[in-house]
């Protein structure tokens, strides 16, 4: 077995930053408070816990208290999906909910939910070929009873981005609350919440080098929204239990330096994302893009082949050493075509055949290089396989 | 540095698969553990026997402590047009078919091999318990289990020579306990299952229902005759009867009556008494001989007519190069057509075939 893997799949999950991890290790023993106790230990850790939020307040370009830490960005987009969605009804009597065709399934099974359960009316907006949303389109679409809107900034299976500022400015115009999710985006992509001029916005630690299990949602003041975990009064009373200060201090420091470090680590990426795209495109035989050329994650390389099967180009890639995943990537053996994939157009049976490489601050020349220089025989070998299987 | 041979094992999350790869391990294979996704009905993936999503989960926690690689591989499509259509066709046909000697043939040692292929593996391993001698007149011979109370050589007498020479059983040699054992020594985090010789995707369906909602050609009713050719009632279609049934016949005779035959020619279900049930001689077809050379002679041998039948001896004389005239020492009231008649010399499997109506 090739015991050398070389991880290309950055968007799934990225290792901690070996800074994180220090800056973290106080906080599981040595200051254990909770920052709801009445003594010392309590106050060390509501210091952290405050340093923590003006931190990412300060990155995101907003007042402390518009900051609420969750356990994820999952949690982050159902808190703001359905804590608006259901504080609109109460206040404004807003039943409708418009959203991409291409978000995240945080966003959109939420969504779902609240039309099955709640009686929500569910609009979709339309995609371009990229995957990319028309903002006159969004104009168009909102109502005066729109609950909210909410579009992904940058895209988990193709790397597009969406020009949220275009959208921010039309929505703060008609006085809607507009979501955006933008786990995937963090890492590479300005997060000042003024400029980009939108009310919510979710992050996930574990996309920039921070710890799994922790996230944040920036709501600006005034937005309505109502908890969806009840219990203690913590983060303003919008999301209860106990702060997981360790978690917390840690995504604050991996924000921090995400954000220091984004223009070196661009600056790196880009032209290795550059490379694979080029050199894929011109090897491989009916090989496609998927989403946007240029306004893509510098990091996000994503592909469809024709007559190949994504999870069994994944599992050759991964027996030769490189870990990628694919729109369809399926551990249980059921593969269905993305969603996303469809959105764009992209057939049924050419969406089975996508491949996501996501590369990171750790990648290196070398690694791409190896990876390239066996890709496309990996492919024709996949290619020569598939009809007799 | 030498490299070590890759194998790829099919796993199910058993007890049985599980330490078949911890072995392989052992021996110093480069191994890949591989699942399939077998068809289900509609919201009856949690009741199919070999791959719910709790034997996946399984499997997936014995891979990670093994610290081999892992893939479950989408076979629902292959498996439905050629195991679940062979089932429904053969039953709408009047014999009792044995799907999973199919599922061996094209979906284990075809469809999964080749994706081990793929991923550079040269061998290809199982759970089962029998063993493959290398030795002997021509390359490589089936033999049966150690254990024989587990003996699994029956379903796998469709093998050709090619693929026994690329296949490993690496619990050939052990008794169940020994592998319980193992499995514990290894501490593999596997459930000892109840074992069941249910079909998979039957997912604990009685077949008779699974039948009529998959197939409109077996309510077929016919009459039931006895041997001398009274009629004594109807029937519901052949496929809800097996030769040897006494049973739900749904009619009354002043003595025990029991299937002796389906005519499916004619759709009509003979009975007889027990005295009229049982026959010493059947024809078998698409007979696989194990050394891929059908025998020039008749032999004698010991044939199993079932999974889990006794040996019973008798003449197996070649009539073509894929079947055979039978003629059993003895007669068995439970010879049934679809099923496998597969023949043995001590040890050794020699192949088998389909009993023929």
Redesign the interface.
């Known amino acids: ?1 090739n015991n050398r893997r070389i991880y290309l799949d950055y968007a799934a999950t990225t290792p901690v930053d070996e800074r994180v991890m220090q800056h973290m290790l106080p906080y599981f023993q040595d200051e254990f408070g909770n920052p709801s106790s009445i003594h010392r230990f309590g106050q060390i850790a509501e210091a952290v816990l405050e340093e923590s939020r003006e931190t990412v307040a300060s990155i995101i370009n907003c007042k402390n208290d518009e900051v609420i830490f969750t356990s994820c960005g999952s949690e982050s987009d159902n808190l703001a999906l359905r804590g608006v969605a259901l504080a609109s009804r109460k206040v404004r009597n807003a039943n409708h909910i418009l959203i991409s065709p291409v978000e995240h399934h945080a966003v959109s099974h939420t969504a779902q939910q609240l039309s099955q359960i709640h009686g929500f009316e569910l609009e979709f907006l339309h995609v371009d070929q990229y995957g990319c949303v028309d903002p006159d389109e969004v104009a168009q679409r909102i109502r005066p009873d729109t609950a909210l809107v909410s579009i992904i900034y940058a895209n988990n299976e193709i790397g597009s981005i969406n020009h949220i500022k275009e959208i921010g400015s039309l929505c703060r115009e008609l006085n809607i609350p507009l979501h955006t999710d933008a786990v995937q985006a963090a890492s590479y992509l300005i997060l000042d919440v003024e400029e980009l001029q939108v009310d919510l916005l979710s992050i996930g630690a574990h996309k920039f080098y921070g710890p799994k299990g922790i996230g944040a949602l920036y709501i600006r003041k005034g937005t309505p929204i109502l908890p969806i975990q009840t219990g203690g009064g913590q983060e303003f009373g919008l999301r209860a239990g106990t702060h997981n200060i360790p978690y917390i201090a840690g995504l604050a420091k991996a924000l921090e330096l995400a954000q220091n470090d984004r223009a070196d680590i661009c600056e790196h990426l880009i032209p290795m994302r550059d490379h694979i795209i080029g050199q894929i495109l011109e090897e491989v035989p009916n090989s496609f893009l998927t989403g946007h050329p240029h306004l893509r994650l510098p990091n996000h390389i994503s592909f469809v082949f024709e007559a190949i099967d994504g ?2 180009l994944l ?2 890639l ?2 030769a050493g490189y870990a990628c995943s694919s729109g369809s990537a ?6 269905e075509p993305s969603e996303v994939l469809i959105a764009c157009g992209i057939p049924p049976a050419l969406a089975l055949g996508s491949l996501r490489v996501t590369l990171g601050k750790y990648t290196t020349i070398a690694d791409i290089d190896a990876f390239l220089s066996i890709f496309s025989g990996l492919i024709q ?2 290619r020569e ?1 598939s009809p ?2 | 540095m030498t490299e070590s041979k890759r194998v790829v094992i099919a796993m199910s999350g058993g007890v049985d698969s599980s330490v078949a790869a911890a072995l392989l391990l052992q021996e110093g294979y480069d191994v890949i553990g591989m699942m399939l996704r077998l068809w289900s009905d509609d919201g009856r993936a949690s009741d199919n026997r070999c791959c719910t999503p709790e034997s996946m989960a399984l499997a997936r926690r014995v891979a990670a402590k093994l610290s081999i690689p892992f893939y479950v591989i989408d076979a629902q499509d292959i498996f439905f047009h050629q195991v679940v259509t062979y089932f429904i066709n053969g039953y709408a046909q009047g014999i009792t078919p044995n799907p999973c000697l199919v599922c061996n043939q094209f979906i284990r040692w075809d469809f999964l091999f080749k994706h081990a292929t793929v991923l550079g593996a040269q061998l290809f391993a199982t759970g089962h318990y029998a063993r493959v001698s290398p030795s002997g007149q021509y390359k490589f011979r089936l033999l049966r289990a150690t254990d024989k109370a587990k003996d699994q050589s029956y379903v796998l007498h469709i093998l050709s020579q090619s693929q026994l020479s690329q296949t490993l059983f690496p619990l050939g040699e052990y008794t169940k306990d020994q592998i319980r054992l193992l499995a514990r020594q290894f501490n593999l985090p596997v459930a000892d299952r109840e074992e069941s010789q249910d079909l998979c995707f039957l997912a604990g369906e009685n077949y008779r229902h699974f039948l009529r909602r998959h197939s409109n050609q077996v309510v077929n009713p016919g009459p039931i005759i006895s041997t001398s050719g009274q009629i004594l009632g109807e029937h519901q279609g052949l496929a809800f009867y097996t030769i040897g049934q006494r049973r739900g016949l749904g009619f009354a005779y002043h003595s025990p009556l029991y299937v002796v035959k389906k005519d499916v020619s004619k759709n009509m279900l003979v009975v007889g008494t027990k005295n009229e049930l049982g026959e010493d001689e059947l024809e078998v077809g698409n007979i696989n001989w194990i050394s891929g050379e059908t025998p020039s002679s008749e032999f004698l041998a010991q044939i199993k007519i079932r999974y889990r039948a006794p040996f019973i001896l008798g003449k197996v004389c070649p009539t073509s190069r894929k079947t055979a005239h039978v003629k059993l020492n003895q007669p068995r009231a439970d010879i049934t057509p679809g099923q496998a008649a597969v023949f043995y010399q001590g040890e050794e499997c020699l192949g088998g075939g389909i009993i023929q109506p």
């Open positions: 077995m999870n069994f599992r050759m991964d027996i399926c551990k249980t053996g059921n593969p070998k996949a396989f007799n299987i």
